[in-house]
């Protein structure tokens, strides 16, 4: 049956930035897919922690800064350590400093690129040495519209996303051969606390509920069944694609 193809059913999946917004639904909704979901983050979550454990699956919170990279490199052996496998893997912890671009400053833009892109690269390939084995893997990044446009006041933010559609490419085009797929997905604008400044900007928030096609922002679910179908069995011939999660925006 098709729908079977979509169950992830004995697999174990770690997410990045898994305890907030984005994050959260996407762990949740591993986990309600069948699988055992560690996520790593500065902090835990208990509403998360529950929620997983309610599906009757494992979890494990990872304490992690991803601006160290000696924590960011430690992070796949010991999450496999404990685990006792990896098959999927979700980056999508970032940061997004804002500032005119004439007064950015080189340590934001330093940070972001470190956890938004670095910390990718570290981790993707951390992932695929171990999926390179089995001749199966999942890695999935979690990019932006600002993959594919210029945004405003957020410099490191967009390029840090226009990298991680190259590197999604790249790394595609090195493991798709040993069963890797490699995919990205690219979040419009969401109701989550990481665009909590753009909400508080009522004239902003309400230029950009009027350009989105479908009339609303996403709230955090909507990137639910994206994020199954690109860990699944389902889309199995499926590689180096930005999938575009928008409400319709890039189509605007």
């Known amino acids: 049956m098709i729908l079977d193809k979509f169950r992830i059913d004995g697999k174990v999946a770690l997410v990045t930035g898994g305890t907030k917004g984005l994050g959260g639904a996407i762990a949740r909704a591993l986990a309600e897919a069948g699988a055992d979901v560690a996520v790593v983050s500065r902090q835990g979550d208990p509403e998360i922690e529950k929620a997983i454990l309610a599906t009757g699956k494992r979890y494990l919170h990872y304490p992690a800064d991803l ?4 924590e960011t490199r430690a992070v ?3 999450v496999f350590e404990k685990m006792g496998n990896l098959d999927i893997l979700v980056n999508n912890a970032g940061i997004c400093p804002r500032a005119p671009a004439l007064d950015f400053s080189e340590a934001d833009w330093d940070a972001t690129l470190e956890i938004n892109l670095t910390a990718n690269f570290i ?10 084995k089995k ?6 990044t979690v990019a932006s519209i600002l993959a594919f446009q210029g945004g405003i ?3 490191a933010y967009t390029a840090s996303k226009h990298g991680l559609a190259g590197l999604t490419k790249a790394f595609s085009n090195a493991w798709a051969s ?14 989550t606390e990481f665009t909590k400044a753009l909400q508080e900007d009522k004239e ?29 069995a389902a889309s199995d011939f499926i590689h180096g694609t930005v999938l575009p999660v928008d409400g319709g925006w890039l189509a605007w």
């Open 123 to 132: 981790l993707s390939q951390g992932a695929a040495r171990l999926m390179v």
């Open 67 to 70: 601006t160290k990279r000696n």
């Open 178 to 191: 040993e069963g890797i797929n490699v995919n990205a997905i690219a979040p419009g604008y969401f109701a």
């Open 135 to 140: 001749k199966q893997g999942k890695i999935i």
């Open 76 to 78: 796949i052996p010991a």
């Open 204 to 232: 902003r928030y309400a230029f950009i509920q009027k350009r989105i096609p479908a009339g609303r922002w996403g709230i955090p679910n909507d990137i639910a069944g994206a994020v199954v179908f690109l860990a699944s």
């Open 153 to 155: 006041n957020i410099p």
